[in-house]
């Protein structure tokens, strides 16, 4: 099988991979090219991830458990 013919959304390339919601304003954001925060202890459950206009007004801290925000980082192999 060549990964060439893969089409759609189970495609290489695909934005749907890189690309997250804000939980407060529902902003569409890239993890490769914005900063995005996230709450180490609330991502796990209800995907807490927040837009960087979103942290600061939250002064970095989760409206859920008022745990510290931290910067979300994409794992690179």
Known sequence: MSYGSIKGVNAQGH?????????????????????VYKC??????????FCQADARVLHYRCPYCREQLVLYTVKRA
């Open 40 to 49: 180490p202890k609330c991502t796990p459950t209800i995907n807490a991830y």
């Open 15 to 35: 934005s749907g991979w890189v690309t997250i919601k804000c939980s407060i304003c529902a902003r569409k954001m890239d993890v490769t090219r914005q900063i």
